[in-house]
């Protein structure tokens, strides 16, 4: 492993963030205007991101070198002016944030309203290829779907990195946490914190 021995090390981190799982969160505490606002809402991003200082119980230095930031944007056929605003958005919520990606899946229009589609597809897609890359040692997971077990049980399985998760105890599969190798469980007072800081 990367981290082990006795002198520090560099644990390279890359951590992947599930769009719709925080802002629902934060929808659910009363912050949703937060979640509309590009710059408060990357500020906040980014110290979610960073939010894991724990992980140096492992004995190295950690370098966070890439942020990534799922989330979904309305299809022009479901509504071309939606699709323009929401990608004029997230444009200017990547350009805010600092060594980060924003990837965005699609909202469908089903007859129980707007589905988001292909974004846990794209987390699972990244987490898996670049640690077989090798592009990261710790995976910081901020997700809640159980839909995700199976993703960190094959990082951790078949690559030998290590899997960290950080989520809202009450809106995550208990299968997922289960899963996590070091977790870190945020209450809704310090998510608010997030933003207050």
């Not at 988001?116 to 710790?138: E, F, P, R, S």
């Not at 809106?171 to 800081?197: C, G, H, W």
Request: proline residues 1%.
């Amino acid at each position: 492993m990367p981290f082990s021995g006795k002198s520090k090390e560099t644990i390279i981190v890359n951590t992947f963030i599930d769009g719709g799982y925080v802002r629902a969160r934060l929808d659910k505490i009363g912050l949703k205007k937060i979640s509309g606002d590009y710059v408060s809402y990357s500020k906040f991003l980014m110290k979610l991101a960073n939010s894991f200082n724990q992980l140096n119980m492992l004995n190295g230095i950690l370098i966070v070198t890439r942020t990534y930031y799922y989330d979904a944007i309305i299809r022009v056929e479901d509504g071309a002016s939606e699709h323009l605003k929401q990608k004029e958005f997230f444009e200017n919520l990547q350009n805010q944030m600092y060594m980060s990606e924003v990837k965005l899946g699609d909202q469908v229009k089903t007859e129980d309203g707007l589905k988001q589609k292909g974004v846990d597809t794209l987390i699972a897609i990244d987490m898996i290829i670049k640690a077989y890359l090798n592009q990261y040692d710790v995976a910081c997971l901020i997700a809640g779907d159980r839909d995700f077990v199976n993703v960190v049980r094959a990082v951790k399985d078949f690559t030998g990195k290590m899997v960290f998760g950080v989520y809202v105890t009450e809106n995550t599969a208990p299968e997922l946490i289960r899963v996590f190798d070091f977790k870190k469980s945020i209450s809704n007072e310090e998510l608010a914190s997030l933003i207050a800081t």
